[in-house]
């Protein structure tokens, strides 16, 4: 019964944001449902738990494939996307709109707990839920998938490529800006240099900044495009992204380790079931 109470309170508040909005249609908030433990959005989406193939990452042994960003790109494109084409709008300037959309998502989403605000160990969000509560209230709440979602999704609007990356325990998102000059660290993904990493977590963090431990160490990234939400089989040879700081290093396929690495990342993302 409590997790009925949390689930049902969670759609009332959810359905409350979208009523000043016109972007009900991008968010399936009226259609979440409980089913063995977990909840699934009107999408058949997981939004508490990343593995799987209808996990919100899609994580598995091989790769993963972020479709939650799916559900704010292409026909389902809405408030977050309309964010980022405003920005876009502001900022003709590469350089300085690429700034300006990270520090929209720094500056408005607070890091939260899924633990503390959903009463889940995980909880997903997806980019136009997020916006909405930023556009309502100034402010939104959520953890790092949920920064990396929306940054991802308004880098879109904004013109820019840009993609998910996920390591040990963390995720975040990447976007693509050659010649950027104040990057920690530049990214190489699938060859191709010039992604900087966009780490909007911490209040005081630049675009560009990277925490060492992902400095040099290879990390599944998916560049995100307007796709078909369902899942889909996943890449045998997923793609990479490493960089050392100030010059890239090229990508090579997973190694054993890495795989591990993955595996041990999956199982920070499996929810805690009460006994």
């Known amino acids: 019964m409590k997790r009925i109470r949390v689930l049902l309170v969670l759609i009332l508040v959810l359905v409350a944001g979208l009523a000043v909005t016109d972007y009900a249609s991008a968010t399936p908030s009226a259609s979440f449902h409980e089913m063995n433990g977990d909840i699934f959005d009107g999408w058949g989406i997981c939004r508490t738990r990343a593995f799987g ?10 790769g993963f494939r972020p479709a939650i960003a799916f559900e704010s790109l292409g026909e389902e494109a809405a408030l977050a996307y309309s964010l980022g084409e405003q920005i876009a709008a502001r900022y003709p300037d590469r350089m300085q709109r690429a700034e300006a959309v990270f520090h929209f998502v720094r500056d408005r989403v607070n890091y939260t707990s899924d633990i503390d605000q959903f009463k889940y160990d995980e ?3 997806n980019a136009d839920e997020l916006a909405t509560a930023i556009n309502q209230d100034g402010v939104g709440y959520g953890d790092c998938e949920d920064s990396a979602v929306l940054l991802a999704v308004m880098y879109k609007g904004a013109g820019y490529r840009s993609a998910i990356v996920v ?3 963390h995720t975040a998102s990447l976007v693509y800006l050659p010649g950027y000059k104040k990057a920690a660290a530049v990214f190489e993904l699938e060859g191709e240099p010039g992604w900087v990493w966009a780490e909007a977590t911490g209040k005081n ?3 560009g900044w ?14 995100i495009s307007a796709q078909a939400i369902a899942p889909l089989e996943p890449s045998t040879a997923p793609s990479t992204v490493v960089a050392q700081a100030g010059k890239t290093s090229s990508s090579q396929p997973f190694s054993f380790i890495s795989i591990i690495g ?4 999956m199982s920070l993302f499996r929810r805690r079931r009460a006994r």
């Open 167 to 169: 390591g040990s325990g």
């Open 205 to 207: 963090n630049p675009l």
């Open 210 to 223: 990277v925490s060492k431990e992902f400095i040099n160490v290879k990390l599944a990234a998916y560049e």
């Open 53 to 62: 193939d209808d996990g919100f990452y899609q994580l598995s042994e091989t």
């Open 123 to 125: 909880f997903a969000q």
């Open 262 to 265: 993955l595996l041990w990342f």
